[in-house]
Structure formats: C-alpha cells, structure tokens
Nanobody, 122 residues
Framework: QVQLVESGGESVQAGASLKLSCKASGRVFINYTVGWFRQAPGKDREFVSF???????KYADSVRGRFTVSRDNAENTVFLQMNRLKPEDTAVYYC????????????????WGQGTQVTVSS
C-alpha cells in the first residue's frame, strides 16, 4: 500500500507560482510512476503531468512550459512546480501512483491522495 498526501495548494493571483508536494508513505517510492491530475468544478479529472521511475516526464499541452514535475526519492516526495498560473488552472490537484507503468489515464493509477485546492484569480 502507498499513502499519498498532497500539500501546497493556495489561492493566488494570475501570474504567480506555486509548488505542490506529494509525500508518500508505506512502500518505497522508487519504482512508482507518480502522476498529477486536476479536477475543476463540473469537469472531468484531467491529466497534468507524470514522472516515471526512470525519470521520463510528460506534460499536458495546457501546462507544458509552465509546470515542472520532479521527485526526491530519498524523501519519498514528488513536486509540481507551477509557474505563470492562469485562472483556468483553478482546480483540485491530485497526485497518484502506479507501480512500474506509466499512463496519462487516471484509471491506470492505483493510489491517490486526497487533493489540494489551487485557486487562481484574475
């Protein structure tokens, strides 16, 4: 079992930066892909980014060039640095983990955090 806890969500102005954290406990994180997803009110959960266990990273077109995913395996933590935030980035952000696989599909992930709210005002 892997338990995930997100943190770092805040209410900010457009153009600001935030860094989200996803702390894992339970099993060692090192062989997991960790993905970030977000869900805005009234919308489906959508893929944001992932970094797999060998360092391959992928981003949604809407965030590429603004968001950066990284991980600290020693601390069992994955980060999402979000720059130049836009009002359309407003959502609950979730991290998720899957063992030795990677995907942009939420259904492929086995473990989820509770989410952290990011609100960007114009």
């Amino acid at each position: 079992q892997v338990q995930l806890v997100e943190s770092g969500g805040e209410s900010v102005q457009a153009g600001a930066s935030l860094k989200l954290s996803c702390k894992a406990s339970g099993r060692v994180f090192i062989n997991y892909t960790v993905g970030w997803f977000r869900q805005a009110p009234g919308k489906d959960r959508e893929f944001v980014s992932f970094e797999n266990w060998i360092g391959v990273r992928k981003y949604a077109d809407s965030v590429r060039g603004r968001f950066t995913v990284s991980r600290d395996n020693a601390e069992n933590t994955v980060f999402l640095q979000m720059n130049r935030l836009k009002p359309e980035d407003t959502a609950v952000y979730y991290c998720a983990a899957v063992l030795t696989a990677w995907s942009i599909e939420a259904g492929e992930y086995d473990y989820w955090g509770q989410g952290t709210q990011v609100t960007v005002s114009s």
